[in-house]
């Protein structure tokens, strides 16, 4: 089964690149594995996806030594605590939701202290949801602005988590937001800062992301079935 949801995305992604003027090879795929077992992680690695991206710190800690993510790059999508930064930073390729200055500055001097570079995005609250952190459209670019203080992060670009949409292709307004965003930022030449990557896009409206710029969709119920919560 999670093969096949593999390749029917993979099918849906080349198609929705390919109507919006783009090559399929430009999309990454974000495997969002959050409650699904280290087995469940390795096959939807063989079946292609070209990262993982974990939720949760404590299922991070469990699936690394069991070497769940080997053959594919694992990325930190969940909200992180300040608290538990140091068993995050050096362990992931890639930090995601980064959304606010107080986890940046905890980012830095763990960082610093393992003598590294961690990679991150900033994450943008797009839609200025009260429930929802993340950086305002300017305080990210702001926040831009000011990456020289960091020496040890290297800012790869922006993740965003849009509204819950009631209809189809409502979310569209929000991810091209954020992409005229990324391409402002890309114009410009900071230090420690690459923007490689516009995380944007989930099981139910990737296909709009991707119209609109995306360049990674983060993917877990259309690969791995309903989660299971107890």
Same mark, same amino acid.
């Given at each position: 089964?999670?093969?096949? =949801?593999?390749?029917?995305?993979?099918?849906?992604?080349?198609?929705a690149? *390919?109507?919006? #003027?783009?090559?399929?090879?430009? +999309?990454?795929?974000?495997a969002?594995? !959050?409650?699904?077992?280290? /087995?469940?992680?390795r096959?939807? +690695?063989?079946?292609? %996806?070209?990262?993982?991206?974990? &939720?949760?710190?404590?299922?991070?800690?469990?699936?690394?030594? *069991? $070497?769940?993510? /080997?053959?594919?790059?694992? $990325?930190?999508?969940? &909200?992180l605590?300040? =608290?538990?930064? #140091?068993?995050? %930073?050096?362990? %992931?390729?890639?930090?995601q939701?980064?959304? @606010?200055?107080?986890?940046?500055?905890?980012?830095?001097?763990?960082?610093?202290?393992q003598n *590294?570079i961690? &990679?991150? *995005?900033?994450?943008? =609250?797009?839609?200025? /949801?009260?429930? !929802?952190? #993340?950086?305002?459209?300017?305080?990210?670019?702001?926040?831009?602005?000011?990456?020289? !203080?960091?020496? $040890?992060?290297?800012? @790869?670009?922006?993740?965003? +988590?849009?509204?819950?949409s009631?209809?189809?292709?409502?979310?569209?307004?929000?991810?091209?937001?954020?992409?005229?965003?990324? %391409?402002d +930022?890309?114009?410009?030449?900071?230090? =420690?800062?690459s923007? /490689?990557?516009?995380?944007?896009?989930?099981?139910d409206?990737?296909e709009?992301?991707?119209?609109?710029?995306?360049?990674?969709?983060?993917?877990?119920?259309?690969?791995?079935?309903?989660?299971?919560?107890?």
């Amino acid at each position: 089964m999670i093969e096949e =949801n593999v390749a029917r995305i993979r099918e849906a992604m080349a198609k929705a690149a *390919l109507a919006a #003027g783009r090559r399929p090879e430009e +999309i990454a795929l974000c495997a969002a594995t !959050k409650m699904n077992d280290a /087995e469940a992680v390795r096959r939807a +690695i063989a079946a292609g %996806v070209d990262c993982c991206g974990e &939720n949760r710190v404590q299922e991070l800690l469990l699936k690394l030594p *069991l $070497h769940a993510y /080997e053959g594919a790059p694992v $990325h930190f999508i969940g &909200n992180l605590q300040t =608290n538990k930064v #140091g068993k995050v %930073v050096g362990r %992931v390729d890639l930090i995601q939701s980064v959304d @606010r200055p107080e986890l940046l500055a905890c980012i830095e001097k763990e960082a610093a202290k393992q003598n *590294l570079i961690q &990679n991150i *995005l900033i994450e943008v =609250n797009v839609g200025g /949801e009260a429930s !929802k952190s #993340g950086f305002t459209t300017e305080s990210a670019r702001r926040m831009t602005d000011e990456f020289g !203080k960091y020496p $040890h992060i290297y800012l @790869r670009g922006f993740m965003t +988590i849009p509204p819950i949409s009631l209809h189809p292709g409502d979310n569209r307004k929000f991810f091209a937001e954020m992409r005229r965003l990324y %391409v402002d +930022i890309t114009a410009k030449r900071y230090d =420690n800062v690459s923007m /490689e990557y516009l995380s944007m896009g989930m099981s139910d409206d990737f296909e709009d992301a991707i119209a609109e710029g995306s360049t990674m969709v983060r993917v877990g119920t259309a690969i791995f079935g309903p989660r299971h919560y107890a």
